[in-house]
């Protein structure tokens, strides 16, 4: 079989990419080994107003599980602040929902998807040859151009040698009923003994709320954090009053900067690039951001009969660069701070935050896809800074 372009990987990232090379005419295939679209879940389902309207999604109304206004934060020794205003800031959307319509927007353009189909090998030579495996059976299909969407521990980039970011936060979640949390506020909670290296959180979404922990080089696997937290943290108990558990799901994401993101015939989107925004975890924006760009690269190198590395250079990589490069830096560089800050230091730098009123600075900054104006807002606070340049050696 031969098809223009084939997609690897039929998450988030895999069906942007499918459905706008679609749109441009191209054929296209998407594998997923999975025998559904949307499942598992492994996903909080948090994404902002502003990247759901770049990624140009048409987001069923009953796909939204919630609306979030502000966030509240928490040190490890219980300093809190919150930013909050009247504005819909983002969705708490039902993940399951929201790639099967991202299935059927791709499907509706033209695009093939194909489930229960895995990709185990490929050979870059006159085309993309790629091998596939599905109910016991192998057959190889030609591609001109490989997008790979297959996530953080991307097949394709491991068969290509390519360089993806090695920093993954394993995080756990669960569903909780009666949990008594306001239903427009994410809460995040801080603390080595809750989630090393990363954080916990309380989000609404509707009849339930979403409980999670994401942990970096901690003793124990995510689920004992999770219970941990759900059982001991301080405050966070108070709220969690309901023991049913509606839903458990774990899984992994990358928090470094993207590297490799190309090669002859192939290009990598989403957490198998390393889209992610480092500093929260968030990757279905970014991730769907890069998908656009490759699509077009991939039909531009198909309209042009160019797949050389360098032109993939030129069109996909200088591309995400110019949009997301800047963006993904700054989130690479406070997931630093946090990881090299002790639970002391967290809870000092938390002080300041509250005196200097960086809250303001949140509500007035709030696209947290685009931290940079935020961040040189931030780096104006003095008191701020010179805190951070006492407590870790990184030249802001
Ligand atoms: C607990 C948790 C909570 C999260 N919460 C949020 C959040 O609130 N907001 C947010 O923006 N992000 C969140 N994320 C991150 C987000 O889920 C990912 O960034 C996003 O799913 C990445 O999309 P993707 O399409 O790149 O990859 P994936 O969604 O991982 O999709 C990859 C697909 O490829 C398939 N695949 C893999 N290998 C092969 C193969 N060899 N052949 C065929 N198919 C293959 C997989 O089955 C999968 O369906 C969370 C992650 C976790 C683990």
């Known amino acids: 079989m031969h098809v223009d372009v084939l997609v690897v990987g039929g998450g988030p990232a895999g069906l942007i990419a499918a459905r706008d090379v679609a749109r441009h005419g191209h054929e296209v295939l998407v594998i997923e080994e999975h025998p559904e679209i949307g499942e598992p879940v492994q996903c909080s389902g948090l994404f902002s107003i502003r990247g759901l309207k770049r990624l140009e999604v048409n987001l069923p109304k009953r796909a939204i599980a919630g609306v979030i206004r502000g966030g509240r934060f ?7 602040f919150e930013a909050y205003s009247k504005l819909d800031r983002a969705y708490v959307v039902e993940r399951r929902l929201f790639d099967k319509e991202l299935a059927k927007e791709a499907a509706m353009a033209g695009a093939r998807i194909t489930l229960k189909t895995k990709a185990i090998g490929l050979r870059i030579a006159d085309k993309a040859k790629v091998v596939l495996e599905s109910g016991g059976k192998r057959e190889v299909v030609e591609a001109e151009v490989v997008i790979a969407a297959d996530g953080v521990r991307s097949r394709v ?5 390519l360089k993806t970011p090695r ?8 569903e909780v009923e009666s949990a008594r949390v306001e239903d427009d506020v994410a809460e995040l909670y801080f603390g080595r003994e809750w989630a090393p290296n990363f954080y916990a959180w309380l989000l609404p979404k509707g009849e339930v709320y979403e409980v999670g922990v994401g942990v970096r080089q901690g003793k124990y696997p995510p689920r004992v ?6 059982r001991e943290h301080p405050i966070a108990k108070q709220k969690i009053t309901g023991r049913s558990q509606v839903e458990y799901n774990m899984g992994g994401f990358p928090v470094a900067s993207p590297q490799d993101t190309f090669a002859e015939r192939v290009l990598l989107v989403g957490d198998a690039g390393g889209f992610v925004k480092a500093s929260t975890g968030g990757g279905v924006i970014t991730g769907g951001i890069s998908a656009r760009l490759a699509a077009k690269a991939a039909c531009l190198a198909i309209e042009e009969k160019n797949f050389s590395s360098q032109f993939f250079r030129e069109n996909y990589e200088k591309a995400w660069k110019a949009e997301l490069g800047r963006e993904l830096e700054v989130h690479e560089l406070i997931r630093k701070i946090f990881d090299s800050l002790s639970d002391e230091e967290l809870d000092a730098l938390f002080k300041i935050a509250i005196e200097e009123d960086i809250a303001s600075l949140m509500v007035q900054y709030p696209d947290t896809d685009r931290p940079y104006d935020f961040f040189m807002q931030l780096l104006e606070k003095e008191r701020f800074v010179r805190a951070i340049e006492r407590f870790i050696s990184l030249e802001l």
């Open 225 to 230: 954090y999770l219970e941990r937290f759900m």
């Open 74 to 80: 928490f040190s490890p020794g219980g300093e809190k």
């Open 157 to 161: 980039a491991s068969l290509l040698g």
């Open 167 to 174: 920093k993954i936060v394993a995080a756990a979640q669960v």
